[in-house]
């Protein structure tokens, strides 16, 4: 068998996982979190100058945070998921009921890869004569959409948890130190986990990790800035 019927046959059986994307959100939803609950309870700290008011605005903020993240991560999930299933029992109407159209799109679809002649004739008959080999090919070559997804409850776990979490980091201080030190240390503890976690960012995605390290710590420090801001004026 040629070399390129093989590789379509083998990428029936190639296990997909989905570990990368739940990482992704785990990322995604710990900077969040950090950034909008560092934000508040800099805020509230420069106002009050309490490390008890601090912690109690701090912990509400942060379990709202985490639920309000972890129920958008559900519902988009869920829409997305729906919207698979959907494209997904479409074309498989079409294959059952328009097969000469649909066999048509994946001679399309190889021609455009620069198959010709008899080896085009043999790929097509040879993805035709499997349907789930031919579905496949359509949902990603045609639709671009992978069943390789999150399933949107593990989402919603992995985003809210990752929330809880990024958003403990800038209130962590404030359960050790007076105000001013756990300020510093708020500032200090977030630039750092902010960057490192841009710096991951960049690895399962795109851009230089220093870069992408920095621009986070950026992002972080402006709603610590917008915080501080507001705190000054409610204090005043």
Not at 85 to 112: C, F
Not at 202 to 222: N, S
């Amino acid at each position: 068998m040629h070399k390129s019927l093989k590789v379509i046959r083998e990428n029936k059986h190639e296990p997909h996982t989905n570990i990368g994307s739940l990482f992704k959100e785990f990322i995604l939803g710990g900077q969040d979190g950090l950034v909008n609950v560092l934000g508040v309870i800099l805020g509230i700290a420069i106002a009050s100058q309490s490390t008890k008011l601090v912690i109690i605005a701090g912990l509400a903020a942060t379990f709202a945070e985490g639920f309000s993240m972890a129920a958008v991560a559900y519902t988009s999930g869920k829409a997305e998921e729906d919207y698979y299933q959907s494209q997904k029992k479409k074309e498989l109407y079409e294959i059952a009921h328009m097969p000469n159209v649909e066999r048509k799109e994946i001679r399309d679809i190889y021609y455009a890869k620069g198959f010709r002649g008899k080896l085009l004739e043999k790929i097509v008959d040879h993805i035709c004569s499997d349907k789930k080999v031919w579905l496949d090919i359509m949902m990603d070559e045609e639709l671009h959409l992978s069943d390789a997804q999150v399933h949107p409850l593990q989402s919603a776990v992995w985003v809210g948890l990752a929330t809880l979490i990024g958003s403990l980091v800038p209130l962590f201080p404030f359960f050790f130190f007076h105000i001013e030190a756990a300020i510093a240390g708020a500032l200090f503890l977030s630039a750092l986990v902010l960057f490192i976690t841009g710096a991951l960012e960049a690895k399962l995605t795109v851009g230089h990790w220093f870069k992408k390290g920095v621009q986070l710590a950026l992002i972080g420090m402006a709603a610590a800035l917008i915080g501080f801001l507001v705190g000054k004026l409610i204090g005043a």
